[in-house]
């Protein structure tokens, strides 16, 4: 799922259990090297896509992502493939890049059937998926199988799917009742490749989702504050300026929802998905290396862009991108 703007829309505390995130991948082995990752939104039959994923890798991209969505916001009518299938063949036609879902949610996947799709592809991938998690905004997806869910029964769900997420992923048998989801007898043989699951990417801005992420992410990732980049917000530059301010302030928040839960907050991969900001990050190579020099101030150890689009969304020129995959060393030392 794209990442959402916003908080999840809900005060209260979260229940607890499950694995307390603190075995999976962290950033203490890269000596503070900046990852930068690139989204590749599901639009293209795979003859096509299958050329711009392999780039990914030959540009030297650390991680490659897709959105996991039926449809999304202005390109509901267009082209949109399956998030899973797609993984899977981005897995056979590359070697080295991560692979991830930029971000799957409970909106229409259910922990079981979902469990067994990520087992597979973190094997077909040699143990290089990252799952990408949310709660799931308002939208297509919301209501596609049904009225969607309240803010705060949305919230409460997305506590019950990370944590039902993580017991299948690490046991072979699950049995579980919860509010909104069951699973009676259900094997996950032989495991995922990584030890002792995928890592989990929890996508939050507000209180209940910060402490998912807190509680079971290998790793944070935000979209960044909600800021109007058309004129509410005075001028781009003074919009920009407004996003990196919020963005501080979330940073703050999750350093203490990691605390609250007994982690070192510096423990935990920080994923800042850059094109949150008014400005596109591909707008040039200079606005992407000001944003990741930024980012990297900020304790984020992970920058994600998009590539650029001939039209609409995240419209760009591939020549910035071809400009910014001479640069990612570079980058990467901000």
């Not at 800021?227 to 919009?239: I, K, L, N, Y």
């Not at 007994?262 to 200079?286: C, H, T």
């Not at 944003?291 to 992970?302: C, K, M, P, S, Y």
């Amino acid at each position: 799922m794209g990442l959402s703007h916003g908080t999840d829309g809900t005060d209260g505390t979260d229940g607890t259990g499950g694995t307390d995130g603190t075995d999976g991948t962290d950033s203490s082995d890269e000596g503070g090297r900046m990852r930068i990752g690139i989204v590749l939104l599901p639009q293209d039959r795979w003859a096509q896509a299958q050329h711009r994923w392999r780039r990914a890798e030959e540009y030297g991209f650390d991680h490659a992502w897709t959105y996991d969505h039926l449809a999304w916001r202005s390109l509901a009518d267009e082209p949109w493939f399956a998030t899973v299938p797609l993984l899977a063949a981005a897995a056979g036609v590359t070697e080295r890049i991560a692979l991830g879902t930029w971000v799957a949610s409970p909106n229409y996947r259910h922990p079981v059937p979902f469990a067994k799709d990520v087992m597979g592809l973190d094997d077909v991938s040699g143990g290089r998926l990252l799952l990408g998690l949310g709660a799931g905004g308002t939208g297509f997806d919301a209501d596609v199988l049904g009225t969607g869910p309240t803010p705060r029964v949305r919230a409460d769900r997305f506590v019950e799917f990370v944590d039902l997420l993580d017991e299948l992923l690490t046991h072979p048998v699950t049995e579980r009742s919860g509010e909104h989801f069951e699973a009676h007898g259900a094997r996950m043989i032989p495991g995922c490749v990584q030890l002792p699951r995928v890592p989990f990417v929890v996508a939050a801005n507000g209180p209940r989702a910060m402490g998912v992420a807190a509680r079971h992410g290998q790793g944070w990732a935000t979209y960044g504050p909600s800021v109007d980049g058309e004129g509410q917000e005075g001028t781009p530059a003074q919009a920009q300026e407004t996003w990196w301010t919020g963005l501080a302030g979330l940073v703050d928040r999750f350093d203490a929802a990691a605390t609250a839960v007994g982690r070192d907050p510096a423990a935990v991969d920080r994923y800042l998905n850059i094109d949150g900001a008014p400005v596109f990050s591909m707008s040039s190579a200079d606005v992407l290396a000001e944003g990741v020099e930024r980012a990297a101030a900020l304790g984020f150890t992970d920058v994600v862009v998009h590539w650029p689009r001939a039209e609409g969304v995240y419209a760009g020129s591939e020549h910035v991108l071809e400009e910014v995959a001479g640069r990612l060393d570079a980058l990467r030392a901000a």
